[in-house]
């Protein structure tokens, strides 16, 4: 491919979201500051090398009184003390906004790994090394890695934030201008750490709409309905007379008491958490029998919410309201609608599987299928 680089690596980036232009406004300023004291400071070295140099006749017993060094001092201490401190607060000011959730936005999970982003949209698209989002609404990124610390960095949007294997990390932006902007991984990361990127195409609404209708691969929920019978997840947490695992469809959002006597309110952290150390949080009424799933990868992880998210109501009140039923109460995957015509957890066999049902937990067949799944 035939790339023009000089035109594409600019000095300054195209500025292609709401809070890319006070980014700049900041940069420029201490680069503004920085030149103008600099030059200052040369200036005023070399006028007092001439002005003062050994052979010049000057009087060089003047007598500065008290006061006067005084004011010298203050002088030259306010302010660049008021300059340090407003380049202080005016820079806080960008990463505490950059850093607060916005209401109602869109939500993208990506996972890095090496080398490569997978990117999974809540509409139900899944892609690889390139993020599709829409202009007008405000994008949050849920991101995790499945090994080391990579950056998921978009210069357009002068929005990055580190990637960390076993913990969630958030960054948010509000996509203004379409276009194809770069993606890099910013944290070197190993070998092909340089070849760890992408391209972010931002669409117009309408535009991002058709694209995720536009979908041949398997949506995430139906992946991750698979992996929830591959995993024997079902074993537990079905309808059924002898269910030992407690309903999980209406779980993320929803408040959820321990057998300690905790309330947590379960989010996506808790609920990964749950699989992967499930005896941290032992729901009320229920045993300690679910056993930790250190083998299910982070994309599964997401895969498994989507599709518990697609059969979820969606109201979590509803849930808390069953909240410490006994287990084999009715569970809510009985009224759930299932609103992409899946099959409720646990009942027939989803056709996708060969004859004689996948072999769990079989380390060999869960890391071939992310690849042969994937896109491209
Ligand atoms: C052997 C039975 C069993 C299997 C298999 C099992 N679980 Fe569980 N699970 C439980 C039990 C029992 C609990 C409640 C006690 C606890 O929190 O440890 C639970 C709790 C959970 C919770 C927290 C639920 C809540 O209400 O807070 C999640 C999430 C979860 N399991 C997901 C999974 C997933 C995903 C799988 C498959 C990868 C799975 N479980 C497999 C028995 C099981
Ligand atoms: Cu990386």
Redesign the pocket.
Known sequence: MERDYQREFTFSPPQATSTAAEVDWLYYSLVGMTVFFTLLICAVIVTFMVRYRSTARLNRRIHVSHKRLLMIEIGWMLPPLAIVMGSFFWGAAIFFDQRQEPADPLRIYVVGKQWMWKVQHEGGRREINSLHVPTGRPVVLTMISEDMIHSFYIPAFRSKMDVLPGRYTVQWFEPTQTGTYHLFCAEYCGTDHSRMIGSVIVQTPEQYAQWLEDDEEEPPASRGRR??QQ???????VQSEDR?????TN?LG?Q?T??DGRT?T?DLK??RN??RN??D???AG??????P?PQ?TEEE?LL?MAY?ESVSAGRAEERASQ?GAA?DAAAPEDQAPSESGNSEPGSSPPRENPPGGPSPQQPERQEQQPRNQSPE
């Open positions: 992996l929830f995993y024997r997840c079902n074993d537990c947490h030992r695992g407690p309903p999980l779980l929803s959820v321990t057998v947590v379960a808790y609920f749950s699989i499930p005896d949080d032992v729901v229920y045993q300690a029998v679910m056993p799933y299910i992880i498994i518990l909240q287990p």
